[in-house]
C-alpha cells in the first residue's frame, strides 16, 4: 500500500454524485474511503472499479510493477451517528497510513422530518 498517496473520505458514496466524486478522486491517484450506509451497493461498485484497474494493469503500457494500485476502502458509516463519523475517519486513517486526510467530500442525505 502506497504511504505516500492523497487519501480522501466521500460520504454518501455507494450512488449518484457521491460516487462520482469518488470515482473522480479514485481516477486521480487518491486512496478512497467509500462511507456510506448502502453496504451491497458501495461493495459491488468497488469491485467493478477494482476489475477495472486489475484490467488496465496487465495491459501492455500499464505503470511498473513497483507502483503500487491505489485503494478503494469501504466503510459502513451512519453520518446520523458521531461515533459512526469516528470509527470511519479512525479506520480510513489507519488503512492508508496517514495522520491528515487531504480530503473530505460529505455528499449525503437524510430522510425524515426535520
Same mark, same amino acid.
Given at each position: 500500500?502506497?504511504?505516500?498517496?492523497?487519501a480522501?473520505i466521500?460520504?454518501?458514496?455507494?450512488?449518484?454524485?457521491?460516487?462520482?466524486?469518488?470515482?473522480?478522486f479514485f481516477?486521480?491517484?487518491y486512496?478512497?474511503?467509500?462511507?456510506?450506509?448502502?453496504?451491497?451497493?458501495?461493495?459491488?461498485?468497488? %469491485?467493478?472499479? #477494482?476489475?477495472?484497474q486489475? &484490467?488496465? !494493469?496487465?495491459?501492455?503500457?500499464?505503470?511498473?510493477? +513497483? @507502483?503500487?494500485?491505489?485503494?478503494?476502502l469501504?466503510?459502513?458509516?451512519d453520518v446520523?451517528s458521531?461515533? %459512526?463519523?469516528? #470509527?470511519?475517519?479512525?479506520? &480510513?486513517? !489507519?488503512?492508508?497510513?496517514?495522520?491528515?486526510?487531504? +480530503? @473530505?467530500?460529505?455528499?449525503?442525505?437524510?430522510?425524515?422530518?426535520?
Amino acid at each position: 500500500m502506497a504511504t505516500s498517496r492523497l487519501a480522501c473520505i466521500v460520504t454518501g458514496s455507494a450512488r449518484g454524485i457521491g460516487r462520482q466524486i469518488a470515482a473522480h478522486f479514485f481516477s486521480k491517484g487518491y486512496n478512497v474511503c467509500v462511507a456510506d450506509v448502502d453496504k451491497k451497493s458501495a461493495e459491488a461498485w468497488i %469491485s467493478e472499479l #477494482q476489475e477495472k484497474q486489475k &484490467a488496465g !494493469s496487465n495491459s501492455a503500457d500499464s505503470k511498473s510493477e +513497483s @507502483q503500487p494500485d491505489n485503494v478503494l476502502l469501504f466503510v459502513e458509516t451512519d453520518v446520523s451517528s458521531e461515533e %459512526s463519523v469516528k #470509527q470511519c475517519v479512525s479506520t &480510513a486513517a !489507519s488503512k492508508f497510513r496517514r495522520r491528515v486526510l487531504q +480530503s @473530505q467530500q460529505h455528499r449525503c442525505s437524510l430522510a425524515g422530518s426535520t
